[in-house]
């Protein structure tokens, strides 16, 4: 109700004092998260927004669960970037790219997600003058263990797993990241409905 009637303000106010109350519980720790980021987008907190990305990837890792991690984190990413956090940044696309090594039969969206990592990420090694090659010097991401949940248990190379999106996949790709985040706000999450008008 408070995000309906644009006080975003109170909504993300009451969605900390709910997250205390579920942190012993991830399914709500997660939800609480993923909406806090959504209305934080909506009022053009991107650091804050990151970082509440950033929490419901946690949240989903620390219990084995994969699914939406690739696009949570592009999400984080794309937040840190357009607040200049350069160095939080990378480390959010990383850790997007990190589950192309997946055997996953992923999502539309965390496809997508997968893709448009790689044109970010090529992209970035443009503008350091770096070649793909020098990635392995740099040193790549390397996701902690995780635990399998029974669901996962039952996968199998044989299940279906489709391989994540390749560099060639992506290359003819523009990367536009501001125009990403801003159609993920727009049509994704639908956070220009809790803008304020000024906005």
Known sequence: FLAATRDLDGAIAKLDSARRSVEKL?????LVAVRRATFLLSNFQW?????AFAAAVEVY???????????LSLNSHLCYARAGRSERA???LALCRSYQKENKKWSPLDKT?????EVAHREALKAAGASPSSEQAAGAFCPPPRVATESEDAESPTAGAE???????????????TMLLYLKICLVYRAANFMKPEA
């Not at 997600?113 to 990592?117: K, V, Y």
């Open 113 to 117: 997600s997968l893709r448009q990592a």
């Open 90 to 92: 990378s480390e959010m």
């Open 47 to 51: 650091e804050e927004a990151g970082d």
């Open 61 to 71: 890792r620390s219990v084995g669960r994969r699914a939406l991690c690739p696009s």
């Open 26 to 30: 991830p399914a709500f720790t997660f």
């Open 163 to 177: 391989e994540a999106p390749s560099e060639a996949d992506a290359s003819e790709e523009k990367w536009r990241p």
